[in-house]
């Protein structure tokens, strides 16, 4: 099984900056017969599903402020929040679709500052 | 507008059976892999079992093999999830989600408490 490392933990920003969380594979999880990162991104708040966010790695789901971004590429990931607003705080999650069984990072933890 | 609802948590005793449900609405249910992914409290997320389109491959994850039973009806757009067995473990919400490589909608959630 890939395993899936987020880092950090938890993760406390004032507003308005920026928020860096970081996802590491066991393995890639570039297809190189297609070029693309099966590596997608999930925001869940409390009481709530996951919700999408990023999915090969870098494409906004429809409707994601664009004050989120994903980057990376191979077996290190990225998400950013650009400028942080009361609403981003959640847990987020990294996830693994290149091989079965799918599998997520620990979760990291958002608040603000 | 794409649906899931599940059904069917409940508190059940060590050693109790539950089934669960997932109704599906606003697109073709045949035509989707689905998942159940599961989430302890305060915990992460853990898939469960999948099942593809026409029922034919399943999947489950070594924690619940034996003990669940995955299905589903496409003629009533329902998934379900059969539990024997229970275990204190398996206390969780329980997520029906779609998927299409990775997971585009998710249910609200079903929980499931085992406890005596």
Redesign the interface.
């Given at each position: 099984d890939i395993v899936m490392t987020q880092s950090p933990d938890s993760l406390a920003v004032s507003l308005g900056e920026r928020a860096t969380i970081n996802c590491k594979s066991s393995q890639s999880v570039l297809y190189s017969s297609n070029n693309k990162n099966?590596l997608?991104w999930?925001q869940q708040k409390p009481g709530?599903?996951?919700?999408?966010l990023i999915?090969w790695a870098s494409t906004r789901?429809s409707g994601v402020p664009d004050r989120f971004s994903g980057s990376g590429s191979g077996t290190d990931f990225t998400l950013t929040i650009s400028s942080l607003q009361a609403e981003d705080v959640a847990v987020y999650?990294c996830?693994q679709?290149y091989s079965?069984?799918?599998?997520?990072?620990?979760?990291t933890r958002l608040e603000i500052k | 507008e794409v649906q899931l609802v599940e059904s069917g948590g409940d508190l059940v005793q060590p050693g109790g059976s539950l089934r669960l449900s997932c109704t599906a609405s606003g697109f073709t249910f045949s035509s989707y892999w689905m998942?159940w992914v599961r989430q302890a409290p305060g915990k992460?997320?853990?898939?469960v079992s999948r099942i593809n389109g026409d029922g034919t491959t399943i999947?489950y994850?070594d924690s619940v093999e034996g003990r669940f039973t995955i299905s589903r009806d496409n003629a009533k757009n329902t998934l379900y999830l059969q539990m024997n067995s229970l275990s204190a473990e398996d206390t969780a919400v329980y997520?029906c989600a779609r998927t299409n490589?990775?997971?585009?909608y998710?249910?609200?959630?079903t929980l499931v408490t085992v406890s005596s």
């Amino acid at each position: 099984d890939i395993v899936m490392t987020q880092s950090p933990d938890s993760l406390a920003v004032s507003l308005g900056e920026r928020a860096t969380i970081n996802c590491k594979s066991s393995q890639s999880v570039l297809y190189s017969s297609n070029n693309k990162n099966y590596l997608v991104w999930y925001q869940q708040k409390p009481g709530q599903p996951p919700k999408l966010l990023i999915y090969w790695a870098s494409t906004r789901e429809s409707g994601v402020p664009d004050r989120f971004s994903g980057s990376g590429s191979g077996t290190d990931f990225t998400l950013t929040i650009s400028s942080l607003q009361a609403e981003d705080v959640a847990v987020y999650y990294c996830q693994q679709y290149y091989s079965s069984p799918i599998t997520f990072g620990q979760g990291t933890r958002l608040e603000i500052k | 507008e794409v649906q899931l609802v599940e059904s069917g948590g409940d508190l059940v005793q060590p050693g109790g059976s539950l089934r669960l449900s997932c109704t599906a609405s606003g697109f073709t249910f045949s035509s989707y892999w689905m998942y159940w992914v599961r989430q302890a409290p305060g915990k992460g997320l853990v898939w469960v079992s999948r099942i593809n389109g026409d029922g034919t491959t399943i999947n489950y994850a070594d924690s619940v093999e034996g003990r669940f039973t995955i299905s589903r009806d496409n003629a009533k757009n329902t998934l379900y999830l059969q539990m024997n067995s229970l275990s204190a473990e398996d206390t969780a919400v329980y997520y029906c989600a779609r998927t299409n490589y990775f997971f585009d909608y998710w249910g609200q959630g079903t929980l499931v408490t085992v406890s005596s």
